[in-house]
């Protein structure tokens, strides 16, 4: 089993300011997507990167993809209160029965007016 | 499109008793899978789908059961209930699985399962 660590586990800030989470492995990923959830629903997808080193943006929100696939950020420049929410990277790794996906813990963001 | 949906969204099991959870998609997606979210920890994979009429083990399968007659729907089964099984369970589902490209997964609501 791949074992993806995010950190931090829980983040309080202030509106206005910048944030960085991290999602960690020992293993290589073919791909590496961040979800948001909010609560009572289920995780919405932000994005997928695929090439190591790789860097989207969505907005405020900058993504990674570390050198050797085995990590992960996730920075958010000037938070806002709706951006509160849980952040779940997940993992994809090929098997011979076909790819699956691995979910970090997970990240809860709070950012307070 | 409705999307991913999910029945019911809330239950209470005692110790013992089995139960159905109820999992549709009308996105003629191929993969169907379910989750369970318990704090801390994530998602954890369940069981999983490739296409009507295959399944197969995800990381915590122990207690569940799956089928997949049809492409749109994906039920599971709890045979056993155990306090244990107390969770949040999704549904998800998506177009295929590429090899290097994961395609995106689309969740439904979960339901919240309490085994007294």
């Known amino acids: 089993t791949q074992l993806l660590e995010q950190s931090p586990q829980f983040l309080s800030i202030q509106e206005g300011e910048n944030l960085t989470v991290y999602c960690n492995s020992s293993?290589?990923?073919?791909?590496l997507q961040w979800y948001r959830q909010e609560p009572g629903e289920g995780p919405v997808l932000l994005v997928t990167?695929?090439?190591?080193?790789e860097v989207k943006k969505l907005k405020r929100l900058t993504f990674q993809f570390g050198d050797a696939r085995k990590d992960s950020s996730l920075h958010i420049t000037a938070a806002q209160t709706g951006d509160t929410g849980l952040y779940l990277c997940?993992?994809?790794?090929?098997?011979?029965?076909?790819?699956?996906?691995?979910f970090g813990e997970g990240t809860q963001l709070t950012v307070n007016p | 499109n409705a999307g991913v949906t999910q029945t019911p969204k809330f239950q209470v099991l005692k110790t013992g008793q089995s139960m159905t959870l109820q999992c549709a998609q009308d996105?003629?997606?191929?993969?169907m899978s379910w989750y369970r979210q318990d704090p801390g920890m994530g998602l954890r994979l369940i069981h999983y789908?490739?296409?009507?009429?295959?399944?197969d083990q995800g990381e915590v399968p122990n207690g569940y059961n799956v089928s997949r007659s049809t492409t749109e729907d994906f039920p599971l089964r709890l045979l056993s209930a155990a306090p244990s099984q107390t969770s949040v369970y999704f549904c998800?589902?998506?177009?295929?699985?590429?090899?290097?490209?994961?395609?995106?997964?689309?969740f439904g609501p979960g339901t919240r399962l309490t085994v007294l």
């Open positions: 998800a589902s998506s177009q295929s699985i590429g090899f290097r490209l994961y395609n995106e997964q689309f």
């Open positions: 293993s290589v990923f073919s791909s």
């Open positions: 990167v695929v090439t190591g080193g």
């Open positions: 997940a993992g994809a790794v090929w098997e011979t029965s076909g790819s699956r996906l691995t």
């Open positions: 996105m003629n997606h191929e993969y």
């Open positions: 789908s490739v296409g009507a009429g295959i399944t």
